[in-house]
């Protein structure tokens, strides 16, 4: 684990464009793609006064915890307990497991339990936080509860009414007087707090998603090329990531129960035309290229095993098709007949 989380250290000092950082679609390598979301961090939610090893160790604290969650859900789902959910088409979620969720996160320092916390929005931001006059009241979630001196601040001179009034903004959320002040013409001072908020909230919702993303990567590398998708699949359906994911990273064609795999797959919603690296654990290299399937072409192709092409559910629900087409073409007869 020490070596996981200080090879990357000097992979995070570089300045890199904010918003590139947060996609990681073209990233193959799994190690990579996590590298890319601290170094995001790094840029946009580790503070500016903090000194350079401070940064570091902040941005060392928070790969720890990647670690951590990634070494519980082994914990919590043995090998066997997901071969076991993933061939017999078992949920895995029931009252003792969420449980066990909740008591996981109590147990974890306050510094890494926030990380789990639903952003929420500053209740108060005003126009200009020097003056601290014209403001908004806001929920949780960002719709204005009231407004206060707008009216004042958008009127353009005594004589002329309001460009935009303080009733008027009750129940819009934030993002939206930001567009209206815009298509109404009223420039936001540029130290506003209401785009800061709107940044600020958007930035603490991606540090969540993305750090349960990447804990679903480490879940990927950690359990290897049969054990690490399949638990990571039932991350992704537990913790509504993208089940893509583990899929894309499953195909090795020693994989005996790889058909069962992607029959689960599909039955949660997968896509047929969703490309696959073929062999991801045996690249030697992190930037080798790596040949990809279809879902679909593994459908055609990948046989259940050496006595039997489809699995045996595969087979029931052909047969259960046989029957009733069968049915339907008898009671069609008989209509006939009558």
Not at 122 to 141: F, G, M, N, Q
Not at 223 to 248: T, V
Request: with cysteine.
């Amino acid at each position: 684990m020490k070596d996981f989380l200080f090879k990357f250290r000097e992979k995070i000092t570089k300045s890199t464009n904010k918003d590139d950082l947060k996609d990681d679609s073209n990233i193959v390598n799994l190690d990579e793609k996590i590298d890319q979301f601290i170094k995001w961090n790094k840029e946009c939610m580790v503070e500016n006064n903090n000194s350079d090893i401070e940064k570091y160790y902040l941005c060392v604290k928070l790969k720890s915890l990647i670690e951590k969650i990634a070494i519980w859900y082994e914990l919590r789902y043995s090998d066997y307990e997901v071969n076991r959910l993933i061939d017999y088409n078992k949920e895995a979620y029931d009252d003792w497991n969420s449980i066990n969720m909740r008591l996981f996160i109590k147990s974890l320092p306050i510094e890494d339990r926030i990380y789990f916390s639903n952003p929420k929005y500053r209740d108060i931001v005003y126009l200009e936080p020097k003056h601290r006059s014209a403001h908004l009241h806001l929920t949780d979630d960002g719709f204005v509860e009231s407004a206060e001196d707008i009216s004042n601040y958008t009127m353009l001179n005594v004589f002329t009414k309001p460009v935009i009034k303080d009733e008027e903004l009750t129940g819009m959320h934030l993002k939206e007087v930001v567009e209206l002040f815009k298509n109404r013409g009223i420039s936001l001072p540029e130290n506003n707090e209401l785009e800061q908020a709107i940044e600020e909230f958007d930035n603490l919702s991606y540090q969540r998603e993305g750090m349960l993303n990447c804990a679903m990567y480490r879940i990927i590398e950690r359990g290897g090329r049969r054990m690490g998708p399949r638990r990571a699949f039932l991350f992704a359906k537990e913790f509504n990531r993208n089940k893509d994911i583990p899929m894309k990273y499953a195909v090795d064609y020693s994989d005996a129960g790889l058909r069962t795999f992607i029959n689960e797959y599909l039955k949660s919603g997968g896509v047929k035309d969703l490309e696959c690296y073929i062999d991801y654990f045996s690249s030697k290299n992190k930037n080798d290229s790596l040949d990809t399937i279809s879902i679909q072409e593994l459908i055609i192709t990948k046989n259940h095993s050496a006595k039997s092409f489809y699995t045996p559910e595969e087979d029931e629900l052909h047969q259960r098709l046989i029957n009733t087409l069968s049915n339907h073409a008898k009671v069609k007869q008989l209509t006939k007949k009558n």
